[in-house]
């Protein structure tokens, strides 16, 4: 059966049932063939937005691996710093007095000052003052001496086995002359530190 272009003008829309086979057969096709597409399209959609998803997941696992792996290689140096930072601590928690080393501390400093031939006009010790994993024992100081001997004087607080540093420092004419060197004083806090053991320290 053949058809020609008049056949397919005089085509009802409105009464499709009553065309010629082959025109029936060929729209048939279109609305398939276009139904395919359609389908193919928002398929295809999904499937590139899963795509993107998995893709983004691997990036993300690779950053993931990639971290991990560094961390790995440097596993062992991290563990050596651990070990060299728990030395470290270690040694200054050996530098702060337990309670029965304070007097003895207290007379070292004592002894450093007159070792290094300054002249007390006080040594006060005053209350602790806790911290965190310590506590404070301030000393109040106030010396006469020369520059010299008060150089000596730090140095050998400084090179004390236990931690002692000096706050607060004054330095004004005492008057007078101590052999060829003008005569100073010296007012200052000298602190110490006490290690708070874990029952509280005291």
């Keep these: 059966m053949s058809i020609n272009l008049q056949d397919l003008n005089d085509l009802d829309l409105s009464n499709i049932g009553d065309w010629p086979w082959p025109v029936k057969m060929i729209l048939v096709l279109l ?14 959609e999904d499937l590139l937005l899963n795509l993107e998803r998995e ?12 971290d991990k792996q560094a961390k790995a290689v440097n596993l062992e140096k991290y563990k050596q710093q651990l070990d060299e930072m728990r030395e470290s601590f270690g040694s200054m928690l050996r530098q702060l007095p337990n309670k029965t080393e304070v007097a003895e501390l207290l007379v070292d400093v ?25 506590a404070e024992l301030p000393i109040q100081l106030k010396v006469n001496g020369t520059y010299h001997e008060f150089g000596e004087f730090i140095s050998g607080l400084a090179a004390l086995p236990r931690i002692v540093t000096i706050h607060d420092v004054k330095i004004t004419p005492a008057g007078g002359n101590k052999g060829d060197n003008k005569l100073l004083k010296l007012e200052a806090t000298a602190k110490t530190y006490r290690y708070l053991d874990e029952g509280g320290g005291q």
């Design 31 to 44: 609305v398939c063939i276009g139904l395919g597409i359609g389908w193919y399209y928002l398929d295809a």
């Design 55 to 66: 893709e983004k997941k691997e990036l993300d696992l690779r950053q993931t691996f990639e």
């Design 110 to 134: 004592s002894q450093t000052g007159l070792g290094a031939g300054l002249e007390f006009e006080l040594f006060k010790p005053t209350g602790e003052v806790p911290k965190e994993f310590y």
